[in-house]
Each structure stands twice: as structure tokens, then as C-alpha cells.
């Protein structure tokens, strides 16, 4: 059978891509589709040598820098690729790749990291956040956004068999699409994070510093708590106005950027993670409890499915209710007041649930399951 994987995207090698990469591992056959594909050299191998095949995008002026921009020619680009030729098409979906134009004699599966969020159920933070709530620039964005979930909600009839990356994502696909979807969790590399018994007194944060990731409200809570000491690792858009929140208290240490190591050795060593995002999944979390390392968690999202609060068996974390830093606070005081029901061998234990082995033989069954099942109702009954 013949394989063609898309992806919106290359830019950068985030979560997304891991998951695609490691499909690419699955089928090494497959061709590789993407509407701009600008992935730095040093990640090239990670694709296993795959360069996308592209759309017009590819071309058009400032892509690599401002593909976000070209969010409205998006649709009509991932229309023109052309997968005709394949069996099997595999999209690897956060905006615009499941409208990939496909035939009857084809399965379409898409594996969806999550609906578009600021085109759906976010769309009002996202205006907010982007100053685009109001004015000209407002109405227009608001226009275009209606035209892209009308097109949203319309490319999924071409879709087979919806795949989601969480309970939480599979609740949305519902929600908006209307089509029930199987939840297979994507892959962390749980081997890269060595279990480390032994912690420091700190606390531990590290993410792209951009605004739903709420590490400013991290900063806030720990300015409230001076003898709480909090190390950070991450830059973005929100990086200056984080550092000027922290600048006068001496217990908050911001890394900046850091490699891989760095990252890994404080992620090993402190007492607890902390993680304020409302997110699809959440793969640090998973990442952390990978090292021993407990997870303290705003209590919506991916995070509920990946971390075990207290008042269950063999806890990992627990998890406050609302995304202020007060509500931090009261739940590092829970963290603190009861240390003795968390332990690394069991954050670990439940990381393992996530690994990359898993998703590589659950995802390939269910493909497997899906063409055979695909071709028998093909057969004409006489």
C-alpha cells in the first residue's frame, strides 16, 4: 500500500512534528507533505531525511518568517497538494492539514493534535491577546475566522477516521465536527529523562514564554512566596515583561533559553513542576513525572489525563482550580503540607504510559485495522 503523510507545517520541531516523525517511522514508504516545509538542517534527521513536498506557500515572500499571516491562503493551498496517488493518507492536524483533498478509494486518517483552537472555542482569547478584539483589523480577522470554520467544519467529512491526542481533544472533535474519535496519546521520549530520586529545594517551570502559557502568572505566585525558590527556562514575545516581573525578588531565576541538558538537569533535580497552561496534552508534565518529579498543574486540559492527583492511588501531582496565582499558592501549600505521598519511582511509573514504543504499536494497529476494514467494505457483495 501506498502512504502519504501531511503536516501543516515546518518550522521548527516541537510536538506536532515528534508525532509525525515517528509515523514517518512507522512507514519509511511514505511521501511527505507539508504547505511550507523550512525546517533547520539540524532537525532534517529527525524526518529521517524527508523533505516535504510543498504548496505555492513555499514560494510566497517572508513564508518562512510570517507563514501565520498567510493563515487565509492556508485552506487553498493544503488543497492543491496533490495525494492522489496514495492508498493510505495520514494527516497530522492543528489547523488546516485534514482538508487535504482526498478520493472514495482512499483512507483518510487524521491524527489531530487539536481543532483550531483560535478559529473554535478560543477565539475570543486569541483576539484579546493579539489586540485584534476590536477596529477595522478587528472585523476583518473576525470575517475571516467565520469563513475558516466554515471551510473547517466542511473538510471534515473527508476525513474516515479521527484520531486525538487526548480525552479532552476527543471531547472537542465532538463538539465541533460532530464525529467520534479515537484517543491515542502521543509519544514522549521517556528515555531521554532519566529517573532522578534525590531533589533540591526548588521549584521548576520551563516553556515558551508566550501569553496561554501563563508563566507570568508562575512568576506572580512565586513573587508572593519569598521562600519558595522557582528556576525558569524559556524566552518568547513575553520574555521582558516575565523578567521585569521577577527582577526585584531574589528567590525567581530566569535561565532564558537553555539546551537540552540544562532543561533535563533541573527538570531531574526539583522538588515539583509546575504548569499553568490550559493545554491539548501537555508533554512536559509527562516529561517531568519521567524524571520523579511531581506536577503541580492548572486542573483542565491534557493535564487531567497525564497526571495523578491526590486521592488516588500512587499520586504524581495535584492540581489547582483556577488560573490566578493565588490558586497556585494554596497549591503549593497542599504540595508542601503533605510530601510524603509522592515518590519518583511512581511519577516515573506513570510517564511510561506515554512512550514512544506505545504510540508506535497502538497507532499501526489501528491503520492496520482500518485498511483492512477499508478494503473488505470495498469488496462488491453479489
Known amino acids: 500500500m501506498k502512504i502519504n503523510v501531511i503536516h501543516e507545517w515546518f518550522v521548527s520541531y516541537a510536538g506536532s512534528e515528534q508525532v509525525t516523525s515517528k509515523i514517518l517511522k512507522m512507514f519509511p514508504q511514505a511521501n511527505l507533505f507539508s504547505i511550507i516545509d523550512f525546517l533547520p538542517e539540524k532537525d532534517r534527521n ?10 505555492f506557500l513555499q514560494r510566497f515572500p517572508g513564508a518562512k518568517k510570517h507563514y501565520q499571516k498567510l493563515l487565509p ?3 487553498l493551498a493544503i488543497e492543491q497538494l496533490d495525494v492522489s496517488d496514495a492508498d493510505i493518507v495520514i494527516s497530522s492536524a492543528h489547523a488546516v492539514a485534514k482538508g ?15 481543532p483550531m483552537r483560535y478559529a473554535w472555542d478560543l477565539q475570543h482569547q486569541y483576539l484579546r491577546e493579539s489586540g485584534l478584539n476590536k477596529g477595522i483589523k478587528g472585523w476583518i480577522t473576525k470575517w475571516l475566522l467565520h469563513k475558516l470554520r466554515l471551510w473547517d467544519y466542511r473538510t471534515a467529512n473527508g476525513v474516515d477516521h479521527f484520531v486525538a491526542n487526548s480525552q479532552f481533544i476527543a471531547r472537542r472533535i465532538k463538539k465541533i465536527y460532530g464525529r467520534d474519535a479515537t484517543v491515542i496519546y502521543p509519544p514522549v521520549a521517556v528515555e531521554d529523562f532519566p529517573c532522578v530520586e534525590q531533589k533540591e529545594a526548588f521549584y521548576f517551570t520551563a516553556s515558551r514564554m508566550v501569553p496561554y502559557k501563563k508563566m507570568d502568572l508562575i512568576v506572580e505566585a512565586f513573587t508572593n512566596m519569598p521562600d519558595k525558590r522557582l528556576v525558569v527556562i524559556g524566552d518568547g514575545g513575553e520574555y521582558k515583561k516575565i523578567a521585569s516581573l521577577a527582577s526585584k525578588h531574589d528567590n525567581i531565576t530566569l535561565l532564558g533559553y537553555q539546551p537540552f541538558e540544562v532543561l533535563k538537569s533541573h527538570m531531574q533535580r526539583a522538588k515539583a513542576f509546575v504548569f499553568a497552561a490550559e493545554e491539548d496534552f501537555g508533554i512536559t508534565p509527562v516529561e517531568a513525572q519521567a524524571c520523579g518529579t511531581p506536577v503541580i498543574a492548572f486542573g483542565k486540559g491534557g493535564a487531567l489525563e497525564t497526571v495523578r492527583p491526590l486521592g488516588v492511588a500512587e499520586p504524581t501531582g495535584l492540581f489547582f482550580s483556577e488560573q490566578t496565582p493565588e490558586s497556585l499558592c494554596q497549591a503549593i501549600l497542599q504540595f508542601e503540607a503533605e510530601p510524603a505521598s509522592f515518590c519518583a519511582a511512581n511519577c516515573r511509573k506513570n510517564a511510561e504510559r506515554f512512550s514512544e514504543e506505545r504510540f508506535c504499536q497502538e497507532f499501526s494497529a ?5 485498511w483492512q476494514a477499508f478494503q473488505a467494505d470495498k469488496k462488491i457483495q453479489y
Open 46 to 55: 529527525k524526518l529521517y531525511g524527508k523533505i516535504a513536498n510543498t504548496s
Open 73 to 75: 491562503l492556508m485552506p
Open 100 to 114: 487535504v483533498l482526498t478520493g472514495p478509494d482512499q483512507l483518510h486518517i487524521s491524527y489531530v493534535h487539536s
Open 366 to 370: 489501528f491503520v492496520e485495522a482500518k
